[in-house]
């Protein structure tokens, strides 16, 4: 069955940085649309960036020219690498696959992982 498991969450400081890891299995990982969406407490999930199976990649405004989203086919792995953080991007990140990218895009991806706790302090 599908399971993508995340990893890399942790606390820092802002202006730190993180990287999320997404290991992926049960499924054609090269031949799907990839995503990190995220939920603070009391705020709907959003979405924070998405890559599809050409590494063609989109991301959320809030976090353009800070971080990066990247997969290494050979490892069925999705990353999230995330710099200059702040306070406001506390938050649970989820990765999430698709067969397409509009359903990355849509926010209703067929998996999610169970999640990565990020918390910047001021």
């Known amino acids: 069955q599908v399971q993508l498991v995340e990893s890399g969450g942790g606390s820092v400081q802002a202006g730190g940085s993180l990287r999320l890891s997404c290991l992926a299995s049960g499924f054609t990982f090269d031949a799907y649309a990839m995503g990190w969406f995220r939920q603070a407490p009391e705020k709907e999930r959003e979405g924070v960036a998405g890559i599809d199976s050409d590494g063609n990649t989109v991301y959320g405004d809030s976090v353009k020219g800070r971080f990066t989203i990247s997969k290494d086919n050979a490892k069925n792995t999705l990353y999230l690498q995330m710099n200059n953080l702040q306070p406001d991007d506390t938050a649970m990140y989820y990765c999430?696959?698709?067969?397409?990218?509009?359903?990355?895009?849509?926010?209703?991806?067929?998996?999610w992982g169970q999640g990565t706790q990020v918390t910047v302090s001021s």
């Open positions: 999430a696959a698709g067969s397409t990218m509009a359903m990355i895009v849509s926010r209703v991806p067929e998996n």
